[in-house]
């Protein structure tokens, strides 16, 4: 008896203990404290975005001594990796998001954030020109106001790229794409729209082409996302349509469609083929050397690899078919001229600053580096650069102290010779070096794999302890516990009573 009251006690010390620690973080994060104002005398930040790069950069960024403004189109952080869950109802759009002014408003001082999007940068005069939805803008900086135009000392460039299309015809018009929230809300919309026309056909004989033509979802792209999406929509066909549209289920098809040889081309092989007999298993048609030559209201027209053009009717396509720079950068390159002639994006020295250009960096998706564009890239080097900042202002702090010390007449030449140490060892800054973690990725029916680095080597897994690996890596990687908290709670939902199948 007195084990068991021991035992009751010890638990509920520790359910009141934890519960108290949640809720004094929890209570810590939404009442953030006051913030130093905003000092016309201190070096300006401008951030250009709110994804993975921009996001670390604010959260590791130290800003006493510099005044920081963000300027994005979006007033929130995206945590793109669990963007397909959202697509078919996995997950619930707001739990893997986190508004910016969550971060912003933990910062030693004041940061302005302006949901706009910038238009223009003009590297030589260190402004950028936005536009925001429906302001009137008034200027922190002495001097400016309502102009829309901002006055820089550095410039993080973190705009990110958008989806590749190559121009072929339709894509734009007729497809759904998975890199913002919205793709993911109009992804889950049109498939329900198609489910819900095939259920109001399906006893219709003359309807038959027509029924078979809306349940057949297309993916085109066989990275990394195109792979995630497709897994995604296997699962909610056989967990949830196979229940309340069982008359439906048999008849959807899942259709993905790779111009290369193979899929996944950044994961090993057996990664490859792991995936290639799961998507077998899983009824999901892998059709590789196949091109997308034009997308029509209907159908999408391919080439395959014999060279045949081949028309396939269907009911959703997504276009997962890789990443280009945004409009903005290649005005900015076009700008610098010579030193920025990559296609590809942005190019950067080993210290992340644009070439060619003073007091710019460019980080993530929008820099042509030797790295993948992925949010692992882009938020260690968001996070190098909050530490390179704090070196800089340290720098130019003690270039300060120096300049008093050497102006007052009776100062010690030790304390003068120690500051110029000091300054020197502030002015060695260390490129930047980036530490792969690993690539994971999801592929269906509570499946996985990982390529991660071990012993100098690869250690590559894929199955079901692979995907419970996978979830508590995201769930560990969302900024806040917050998300993460929604994250699991939503998944929790989805295990006790199915994804919603209600078409908003
Ligand atoms: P983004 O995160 O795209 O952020 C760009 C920001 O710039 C956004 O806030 C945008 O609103 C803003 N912006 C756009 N235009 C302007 C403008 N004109 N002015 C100001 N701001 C602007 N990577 C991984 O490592 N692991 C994964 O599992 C993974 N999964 C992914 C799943 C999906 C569905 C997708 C689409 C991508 C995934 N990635 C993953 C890749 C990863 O999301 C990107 O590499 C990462 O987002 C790049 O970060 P970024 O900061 O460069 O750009
Ligand atoms: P991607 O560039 O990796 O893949 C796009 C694929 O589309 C390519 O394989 C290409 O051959 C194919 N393609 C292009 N045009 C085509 C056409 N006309 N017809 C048929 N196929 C065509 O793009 P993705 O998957 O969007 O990924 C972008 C970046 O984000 C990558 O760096 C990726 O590593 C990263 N990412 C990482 C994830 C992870 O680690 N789990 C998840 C999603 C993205």
Redesign the pocket.
């Known amino acids: 008896r007195r084990f068991l009251q021991t035992l009751g006690r010890v638990t509920l010390i520790t359910i009141l203990t934890a519960g108290g620690s949640f809720y004094y973080i929890t209570y810590k994060d939404r009442t953030p404290g006051p913030q130093q104002p905003f000092d016309p005398d201190k070096k300006t930040i401008v951030v250009?975005?709110?994804?993975?790069?921009?996001t670390s950069l604010l959260k590791s960024l130290d800003n006493e001594d510099y005044n920081v403004v963000v300027?994005?189109?979006?007033n929130y952080f995206?945590f793109?990796?669990l963007?397909?869950s959202v697509a078919i109802g996995t997950l619930d759009a707001r739990s893997i998001i986190q508004p910016t002014r969550y971060i912003t408003r933990h910062k030693k001082r004041v940061v302005h954030v302006y949901e706009a999007?910038?238009q223009e940068v003009d590297p030589i005069n260190k402004t950028v020109t936005?536009k925001g939805k429906n302001f009137s803008y008034t200027s922190p900086i002495k001097g400016q106001q309502d102009t829309g135009s901002i006055k820089y000392d550095y410039l993080v460039y973190?705009?990110?790229?958008e989806t590749q299309t190559f121009n072929i015809p339709g894509v734009k018009e007729h497809s759904c794409f998975?890199?913002e929230l919205k793709d993911a809300e109009k992804l889950r919309t049109t498939v329900m729209d198609c489910i819900e026309s095939a259920a109001m056909n399906s006893d219709n004989p003359n309807a038959g082409a027509d029924v078979d033509r809306l349940l057949h979802m297309v993916v085109v792209g066989g990275g990394?996302?195109g792979i995630?999406l497709s897994g995604e929509l296997h699962d909610f066909v056989h967990d949830d349509l196979k229940n309340w549209y069982p008359e439906l289920a048999d008849k959807v098809r899942v259709t993905l469609i790779e111009a290369l040889p193979n899929v996944l081309p950044m994961f090993s092989k057996q990664l490859i083929q792991y995936t290639e007999s799961t998507f077998k298993e899983n009824k999901i048609n892998i059709l590789t050397r196949t091109k997308v030559k034009e997308i029509k209201e209907n159908s999408v027209i391919v080439q395959n690899e014999k060279g045949e053009f081949v028309e396939m009717p269907f009911g959703v396509l997504v276009w997962a078919a890789g990443n280009v720079g945004?409009d903005?950068t290649r005005n900015l390159m076009g700008k610098i001229g010579a030193a920025q002639s990559n296609p590809r994006g942005l190019l950067v020295d080993d210290f992340l600053q644009l070439k060619g250009a003073e007091g710019i960096y460019a980080?993530?998706?929008?820099a042509a580096t030797s790295y993948a564009?992925?949010?692992?890239?882009?938020s260690q080097q968001g996070n190098y650069l909050a530490r390179q900042f704090v070196q800089i202002a340290r720098k130019e702090n003690l270039e300060a102290k120096l300049k008093h010390l050497r102006e007052s007449l009776d100062t010690a030449p030790e304390a003068i010779e120690s500051t110029v140490k000091q300054i020197n060892k502030a002015s060695k800054l260390r490129p930047f070096h980036y530490s792969h973690q690993g690539s994971?990725a999801y592929i269906g029916s509570e499946k996985a794999i990982a390529d991660l680095p071990f012993l100098n080597g690869n250690f590559a897994s894929g199955g079901v302890a692979t995907f419970l690996f996978w979830r508590s890596a995201y769930v560990s990687t969302l900024f806040s516990l917050r998300n993460r908290t929604l994250v699991v709670s939503d998944w929790l939902k989805v295990k006790l009573f199915g994804r919603d199948t209600s078409r908003d």
């Open positions: 250009l975005g709110s994804g993975w790069g921009a300027i994005s189109p979006r995206l793109t990796p963007l397909p999007e910038a936005f973190a705009v990110g790229a998975m890199k990394p996302t995630e945004r903005i980080i993530g998706d929008c564009p992925t949010a692992q890239v882009a994971l």
